[in-house]
C-alpha cells in the first residue's frame, strides 16, 4: 500500500531541501527541522526526525526483520520556511536585488522580509556525474570531428 501521485502538481516549488522548515499541521505540529527529501510527484516532503511511523519488516537474506521507526512523508501544505530572522513559519516570495539576482525573501504577516539563502546541500549532486566514460559515450576525437564545412560543401545533403 503506498501514496497515489498527486491529481494536481505543485509547477513552482519554493520549498527546497535543505530547507528549515515547521511543521504547522499534523502531530508534529510546532516542530521544525530540515527537509531531508522532496517528492514532487506527490506534492509531499520528508522531514529529518518528524513523522516517525512504525514499519514492520519481513527478515530476509542478509538483514533481519523487525518493527522499525522511519520518517513518513508529509504533504507539502503541511510545512512552512521558518523565518532565519524572527524563527516564525513564513510564507516564500521571490524578487531581484539591485545586481539583478533573484532571491527568495520571508513574507507574510509575521514575517522580517529578509533574505532565505538557498541551502548549500543543493551545490552537492545527489548522484555524482561519472569520471570515466562508458560503454555507450562517444569518444572525443569523434565528436570533435568536423563533418560539415558549408564553404567547401563537405556534408551537404544531396537534395
Not at 7 to 20: P, Q, S, V, Y
Not at 45 to 59: A, M, P, R, S, Y
Not at 87 to 106: H, M, N, Q, S, W
Request: proline share 7%; net charge positive; aromatic share 4%.
Amino acid at each position: 500500500m503506498g501514496w497515489k501521485a498527486a491529481e494536481k502538481l505543485i509547477r513552482h516549488w519554493k520549498i527546497l531541501r535543505g530547507d528549515n522548515v515547521m511543521i504547522i499541521r499534523g502531530k508534529d505540529k510546532g516542530e521544525s527541522g530540515l527537509i531531508k527529501r522532496v517528492i514532487r510527484s506527490q506534492n509531499r516532503v520528508i522531514v529529518e526526525g518528524k513523522n516517525l511511523v512504525k514499519k514492520h519488516i519481513k527478515q530476509g537474506e542478509g538483514h533481519t526483520g523487525g518493527i522499525f521507526s522511519i520518517e513518513a512523508p508529509l504533504h507539502v501544505s503541511n510545512v512552512q520556511v521558518v523565518d532565519p530572522v524572527t524563527g516564525k513559519p513564513c510564507k516564500i516570495g521571490y524578487k531581484y536585488l539591485e545586481d539583478g539576482t533573484k532571491v527568495r525573501f520571508a513574507r507574510g504577516m509575521n514575517a522580517s522580509g529578509a533574505v532565505i539563502p538557498r541551502p548549500e546541500i543543493l551545490k552537492e549532486r545527489r548522484k555524482p556525474r561519472p569520471t570515466s566514460p562508458g560503454p555507450k559515450d562517444t569518444p572525443i576525437e569523434l565528436a570533435l570531428e568536423k563533418t560539415y564545412d558549408a564553404k567547401a560543401g563537405i556534408g551537404m545533403p544531396d537534395l
